[in-house]
């Protein structure tokens, strides 16, 4: 049934109003004010400050690496868990369990999980002691506060993302071609890696892509698991707000970390659409 | 050919991995569950005996209750205000064909994408120059635009599948437009907007990033309240603040998964996710 004019009308404007009040023209207020000095003049001289200074090429060096480590890492562990579900569960009761356990964490906020992890790695945590216990290390190390523990958390709190992103491809592969793969004598693992892996690319790609942008804008997981001693940009842009009251400069970090995810995001797309795999995969 | 035995093993290593792989992400929240428990003063896992005083500390405190209050009428304000705008924009969006209907749909996905931190310095600086910084309708706006795409995305889903013959079948049969939405629509969009509407719920209840940028000391939500405390300090009192938005949580999940199905509810949230 089509809808008339009057009704898109009707039924869009509301919503439309609402989000370009409170989050376009917000947004351009950010964008605005980067190009703005205290004093309300015109001026690059933000950018100038934040070009120039080292001190924030490192943290954005420093919140990039740490965001390439959380994507390997979730890929790692989530793409394996994503094919057991999809491949191997054969009970729809124990998937369903499957699925519960991956999506509860997502409904509990950042800083409880965090909180739990913060709690494991303490010097008389859980993992030191099993450690110790193990033989591996003769007395409890630090394992808090530095660039690990941001790693560990931030991996911990962005798998389940990856294993939905990565599950979802999986389900909509068409089994014949697997069943062709293996008709035509591949074993079970050659078939993965001729026919499963190359056409689950896009979930490879997809789920990076969230898992990655979501750690580089990351606040919470980061100030907890560091302690405040390692700083990335989301952590900057909050002192700048919060602490410093510059929100002119604040908004300007906001725009360069922003403008950079975009450009490696781009420069990431690019290279994949480069690879002849996921040009078998989107064929 | 590849003999059996190793593919057993294969077998044997995926299984055991994944299962490990599902204990690792249930174990932060059990440590916290555990000692939350605990008699000691002092964060114990696993807990050294069994006690409820840190939950009856924490219902004592004033403070808490009144952040929990705010928290969830936010997360409820909010949810409706994602209700009552992401329907009739995924009807629209589903149905309608005009120009600009891409742009239009990428506007109402832009949220998920955009980084919390920045919508919230936006909103901040936004409600500063209009006089509405740090109070509940900053947040409100706040939360409710991050929350839209949830209800929006998971209303689509659910009409996607759907034949919108079904609709005219209706009213060739005598019913009316507002007949024919309420009876036939309706039923078939209700999960989508169940999930949506939990999904809103949830995402705003456990947001930081957002509301960190708008709260003052009398006006706080439970999340940053957590957050601001756990930097300074960690006692069996925080964990049992921590358990309860854990046992949240799990009842959201087990609702939705009694409402729609988890599965289905996963499913719905594929649409179009990915930046």
Request: glycine share 6%; net charge positive.
């Amino acid at each position: 049934m089509p809808i008339s004019r009057r009704w898109i009308l009707v039924l869009l404007g509301p919503p439309l109003i609402f989000l370009i009040a409170f989050f376009v023209v917000p947004f351009f207020v950010v964008v605005i004010s980067s190009l703005h000095n205290q004093q309300g003049d015109w001026t690059l001289a933000n950018y100038a400050k934040a070009i120039l200074d080292f001190y924030y090429w490192d943290t954005l060096i420093l919140t990039f690496t740490l965001s390439l480590y959380v994507t390997v890492i979730c890929l790692v562990i989530g793409y394996p868990l994503a094919y057991y579900m999809i491949y191997s569960l054969k009970s729809p009761l124990v998937r369903r369990f499957f699925y519960i356990v991956v999506v509860t964490p997502l409904f509990t906020s950042n800083i409880v999980r965090s909180f739990g992890w913060m709690v494991l790695l303490g010097r008389r945590g859980m993992v030191n002691d099993a450690l110790v216990g193990i033989g591996i290390i003769e007395r409890p190390i630090a394992l808090m506060f530095n660039e690990t523990s941001i790693i560990i958390g931030l991996s911990y709190i962005m798998t389940p993302f990856m294993v939905l992103t990565v599950s979802g491809v999986l389900q909509n592969i068409d089994r014949s071609l697997e069943e062709a793969a293996q008709d035509l004598g591949a074993g079970r693992f050659v078939t993965f890696l001729k026919v499963t892996l190359p056409l689950s690319m896009p979930g490879v790609v997809a789920g990076s892509l969230i898992v990655f942008t979501l750690s580089v804008s990351a606040y919470v997981t980061p100030s907890i698991m560091s302690g405040g001693k390692k700083i990335v940009m989301s952590m900057l842009i909050f002192q700048q707000y919060g602490s410093v009251f510059d929100f002119n400069f604040g908004a300007t970090l906001a725009v360069a970390l922003l403008v950079s995810t975009m450009l490696l995001v781009g420069v990431y797309l690019l290279l994949m659409e480069r690879t002849p795999r996921t040009k078998v995969a989107r064929a | 050919m590849i003999d059996r035995s190793s593919i057993g093993a294969g077998r044997f290593v995926l299984s055991a991995f994944s299962w490990l792989v599902l204990l690792y992400l249930l174990i932060p929240l059990a440590v916290i569950v555990g000692a939350s428990f605990t008699p000691s003063p002092y964060l114990r896992f696993p807990p050294d005996g069994f006690t409820l005083h840190w939950y009856g500390q924490f219902l004592k405190d004033d403070s808490y209750l009144r952040a929990i209050w705010t928290s969830g009428l936010l997360a409820v304000s909010a949810a409706a205000i994602a209700l009552l705008t992401g329907v009739p924009a995924a009807l629209v969006l589903a149905r309608a064909q005009f120009a600009g209907k891409q742009v239009l749909g990428a506007l109402f996905f832009s949220p998920l994408i955009l980084p919390a931190i920045v919508i919230g310095a936006a909103i901040l600086q936004y409600a500063s120059a209009l006089g509405f910084a740090r109070s509940f309708s900053a947040m409100l706006v706040g939360h409710a635009v991050i929350v839209i795409p949830y209800v929006v995305r998971t209303t689509l889903a659910s009409l996607i599948g759907f034949d919108a013959s079904l609709e005219e079948a209706a009213r060739d049969l005598g019913d009316s437009a507002h007949g024919a939405f309420f009876r036939v629509t309706l039923p078939i969009i209700k999960p989508g907007v169940i999930a949506g509407t939990l999904f809103a719920v949830i995402i705003s209840w456990i947001n930081v990033e957002l509301s960190m940028f708008n709260t003052t000391a009398d006006l706080m939500t439970i999340p940053v309240k957590l957050f601001n405390y756990i930097q300074y300090s960690v006692d069996p009192m925080i964990a049992a603040v921590s358990a309860g938005t854990i046992y949240v949580a799990v009842l959201v999940v087990a609702i939705l998964d009694l409402a729609v199905g988890i599965d289905r509810v996963v499913s719905m949230n594929r649409q179009r996710t990915g930046p």
